[in-house]
């Protein structure tokens, strides 16, 4: 337990003063405040008042008879608006256009066909599907009024809303889709990250000899473990590091953001969602460093190390890759994903990714977890003394077969 302890704590002392580590982790903090500071920072650079210009919109039309008519219509349609009505002549309309005295034109051949003229047409103009929702309107008050119908039962025709009511009896997949994409890319940004650092440290270690004499000097066992779980804590710290200024920042500028749907679910995750996120992110990570320190071990020098963790890397973007597709389709629940709910090397991801966005039997997340907890340790140890045999073997990169009867020996 001492050699672990003293493993755990240089490893992990070792992170937290990596300049590296600590400049990911600075500048992740900084772009989040950039971003949900964002609202405020662009108020800064607005014109004058902060409210929104008021639009100044012309509008002829070739027929006097729904001159009155029309002019209601727009003025109901764009309440915040200046409507100006004037005559349909095309010269003084293009030239205040162009000249940017008013914002767009709308010319009326009838209650049904129109022309919308504008200087420059932006991405956010919307003006066509307002008219066009409010011409569809009066066109057929007016036939309705035609065919000897009132105005007044026309128009309550015309505005019978339908009221609707959704009752969810399972999880709200829409909600809960944004947090659970933000924990899957989270976990699949640390387990490289880390994964990679981790199996680049113990190649390191081996490359120059340092590992032989620590391997003497301390269990196999003791420093697989040590070294993972030092790891294991400080990309947990760091995740909270990240997440913890998003959520601190988000309060600071929560009435900034308005009632903005996608960023107001990332904050309210659900407390058992939460905890399960962590058990998840916590067990999936073990798996995975674990595989990465043993291949590590295995790499006969630092440049051979992408080489020989590419098989876990495939791996593990196999199991991405699954959840990912499964959730753009709404699939959460198809046989491959129940499946991969239970196989320790993608259930982290497609588990948690159940439980977030479909109803889950307990027995199921118990079973889950069990086996997640089962591998994690058995791993842990197969890996220690894949370690203890890997360090040693130097040269031509060892065959797998060579390195299991060397492990099933030892």
Same mark, same amino acid.
């Given at each position: 337990?001492?050699?672990?302890?003293?493993?755990?704590?240089?490893?992990?002392?070792?992170?937290?003063?990596?300049?590296? $580590?600590?400049?990911?982790?600075?500048?992740?903090?900084?772009?989040? =405040?950039?971003?949900?500071?964002?609202?405020?920072?662009?108020?800064?650079?607005?014109?004058?008042?902060?409210?929104?210009?008021?639009?100044?919109?012309?509008?002829?039309?070739?027929?006097?008879?729904?001159?009155?008519?029309?002019?209601?219509?727009?003025?109901? &349609?764009?309440?915040?608006?200046?409507?100006?009505?004037? *005559?349909?002549?095309?010269?003084?309309?293009?030239?205040?256009?162009? *000249?940017?005295?008013?914002?767009?034109?709308? /010319?009326?051949?009838?209650?049904?066909?129109?022309?919308?003229?504008?200087?420059?047409?932006?991405?956010?103009?919307?003006?066509?599907?307002?008219?066009?929702? &409010?011409?569809?309107?009066?066109?057929?008050?007016?036939?309705?009024?035609?065919?000897?119908?009132?105005?007044? *039962?026309?128009?309550?025709?015309?505005?019978?809303?339908?009221?609707?009511?959704?009752?969810?009896?399972?999880?709200?997949?829409?909600?809960?889709?944004?947090?659970?994409?933000?924990?899957?890319?989270?976990?699949?940004?640390?387990?490289?990250?880390?994964?990679?650092?981790?199996?680049?440290?113990?190649?390191?270690?081996? *490359?120059?000899?340092?590992?032989?004499?620590?391997?003497?000097?301390?269990?196999?066992?003791?420093?697989?473990?040590?070294?993972?779980?030092?790891?294991?804590?400080?990309?947990?710290?760091?995740?909270?590091?990240? $997440?913890?200024?998003?959520?601190?920042?988000?309060?600071?500028?929560?009435?900034?953001?308005?009632?903005?749907?996608?960023?107001?679910?990332?904050?309210?995750?659900?407390?058992?969602?939460?905890?399960?996120?962590?058990?998840?992110?916590?067990?999936?990570?073990?798996?995975?460093?674990?595989? $990465?320190?043993?291949?590590?071990?295995?790499?006969?020098?630092?440049?051979?190390?992408?080489?020989?963790?590419?098989?876990?890397?495939?791996?593990?973007?196999?199991?991405?890759?699954?959840?990912?597709?499964?959730?753009?389709?709404?699939?959460?629940?198809?046989?491959?994903?129940?499946?991969?709910?239970?196989?320790?090397?993608?259930?982290?991801?497609?588990?948690?990714?159940?439980? &977030?966005?479909?109803? /889950?039997?307990?027995?199921?997340?118990?079973?889950?977890?069990?086996?997640?907890?089962?591998?994690?340790?058995?791993?842990?140890?197969?890996? =220690?003394?894949?370690?203890?045999?890997?360090?040693?073997?130097?040269?031509?990169?060892?065959?797998?077969?060579?390195?299991?009867?060397?492990?099933?020996? =030892?």
């Amino acid at each position: 337990m001492k050699q672990f302890q003293t493993i755990f704590g240089f490893e992990l002392k070792s992170y937290f003063k990596n300049k590296i $580590f600590l400049g990911i982790t600075i500048f992740f903090m900084v772009l989040i =405040a950039a971003v949900m500071f964002f609202p405020q920072i662009s108020s800064l650079f607005k014109n004058g008042d902060s409210t929104k210009k008021e639009s100044v919109l012309l509008v002829a039309t070739k027929n006097s008879e729904d001159k009155e008519v029309v002019e209601t219509l727009f003025t109901d &349609a764009f309440p915040k608006d200046e409507i100006r009505m004037v *005559d349909n002549d095309w010269d003084s309309i293009k030239k205040q256009i162009e *000249d940017e005295s008013v914002d767009g034109a709308f /010319v009326l051949d009838n209650l049904t066909t129109y022309t919308y003229y504008v200087n420059n047409l932006t991405l956010s103009d919307n003006n066509t599907a307002i008219v066009d929702q &409010a011409l569809q309107k009066a066109y057929q008050l007016k036939t309705l009024q035609e065919k000897g119908m009132s105005e007044t *039962d026309a128009s309550q025709l015309l505005v019978n809303n339908i009221v609707h009511t959704t009752k969810n009896l399972g999880k709200d997949q829409i909600t809960n889709f944004f947090y659970t994409y933000i924990m899957i890319f989270a976990l699949y940004m640390v387990i490289l990250l880390y994964g990679q650092m981790v199996a680049t440290n113990v190649a390191s270690e081996k *490359d120059s000899r340092a590992m032989e004499l620590l391997i003497t000097s301390a269990k196999p066992t003791s420093m697989m473990f040590g070294k993972v779980l030092a790891s294991c804590l400080a990309g947990l710290t760091q995740i909270v590091c990240i $997440f913890g200024s998003a959520f601190l920042f988000y309060q600071i500028n929560q009435n900034s953001w308005g009632d903005n749907p996608i960023i107001a679910s990332l904050f309210r995750i659900p407390a058992e969602l939460l905890v399960y996120m962590i058990i998840f992110f916590v067990l999936g990570f073990l798996v995975y460093a674990f595989l $990465f320190s043993a291949v590590g071990s295995l790499a006969s020098k630092v440049e051979d190390i992408n080489t020989s963790s590419m098989p876990v890397t495939l791996l593990f973007v196999a199991g991405f890759m699954i959840v990912i597709f499964s959730m753009t389709n709404g699939n959460v629940d198809s046989l491959l994903m129940k499946v991969c709910s239970f196989v320790p090397f993608t259930s982290p991801m497609a588990m948690f990714t159940r439980l &977030a966005m479909s109803k /889950v039997a307990t027995y199921e997340i118990i079973l889950s977890i069990s086996i997640l907890v089962v591998s994690a340790i058995s791993i842990g140890i197969l890996s =220690a003394k894949i370690y203890r045999v890997g360090v040693l073997l130097y040269g031509n990169k060892p065959k797998f077969l060579s390195v299991l009867k060397s492990v099933w020996r =030892a």
